[in-house]
């Protein structure tokens, strides 16, 4: 059984049909990327999974269970995290306090401060700042904290929305270490990105979707090197 399995879930914005159909699955200890053209329906997809917009229908099951529906905050506490795109840090609030916040499901005092550590070495910046204000911070720190954040309710599956948006060369290389580390040592991925290229080279599996379906599937590698991607997603 999958971690992940989404069923024929169709997602409407109004009168819009944004996602049409589509059914997609994560394996335990994946990284499985979904690469497409802006308005192609990547994010809706997260959101729908994060229990940020409801399927009209189909299943979203995770561990089993059936989530579509499902409040947010629950669907948290499932063991399902995400980094959403544009990051959406609490600008007002220090970096020790947004990343508290990642925890709010959670009353373990003690695990907390072990998963503030861990969060700390895997991001020393975050440490050095840890009484700034957020909205202080760079772009690339401002990932990090959201990945952190994230970090911060222990998820089996983190869901990152587009984190190279808007960072320098360098730090998209950071940052796609950082998602390979994580996986590594145990979380499982699904990733958006509109850095195709990237996205690829570090994940398992791939979906392309195009305006709301998905059009192809299968091996990164094999996608990476098929010469329909390449043409419209990779540049060549």
């Known amino acids: 059984m999958a971690m992940l399995e989404v069923k024929d879930i169709n997602v409407y914005y109004g009168a819009i049909h944004a996602i ?24 809706t997809t997260l959101r729908t999974i994060s229990g940020l917009l409801k399927p009209k229908t189909g299943a979203i099951n995770f561990l089993g269970k059936n989530i579509a529906g499902m409040p947010a905050h629950k669907i948290v506490r499932e063991g399902i995290s995400q980094v959403p795109e544009g990051r959406r840090i609490f600008a007002e609030m220090t970096v020790l306090e ?3 916040l990642g925890a709010f499901t959670r009353n373990d005092k ?27 911070l760079s772009g690339g720190e401002q990932q990090m904290l959201a990945m952190g954040r994230a970090l911060m309710s ?6 990152l ?7 320098a060369p360098l730090l998209i290389r ?19 990105e509109q850095n195709a290229n990237m996205a690829l080279s570090i994940a ?33």
Do not use: C, W
């Open 154 to 159: 222990r998820p089996k599956l983190l869901l």
């Open 98 to 100: 947004n990343l508290e």
């Open 204 to 236: 398992n599996r791939a979906y392309v979707l195009e305006t709301g379906r998905i059009t192809l599937s299968g091996d990164a590698k094999e996608l990476a090197a098929s010469e329909d991607v390449r043409k419209a997603y990779l540049g060549g």
């Open 20 to 43: 049409k159909g589509i059914s997609l699955s994560v394996e335990e200890g994946e990284i499985v990327t979904l690469i497409g053209a802006n308005g192609a329906g990547k994010s």
């Open 174 to 192: 950071e940052i796609f270490s950082i998602i390979v580390d994580i996986n590594k040592t145990g979380t499982t991925v699904l990733l958006v």
């Open 110 to 136: 003690d695990e907390i401060k072990k998963d503030l550590e861990m969060v700390f070495g895997r991001f020393p910046r975050l440490k050095e700042r840890i009484t700034q204000l957020a909205g202080t």
């Open 161 to 167: 929305d587009e984190p190279s948006m808007g960072l």
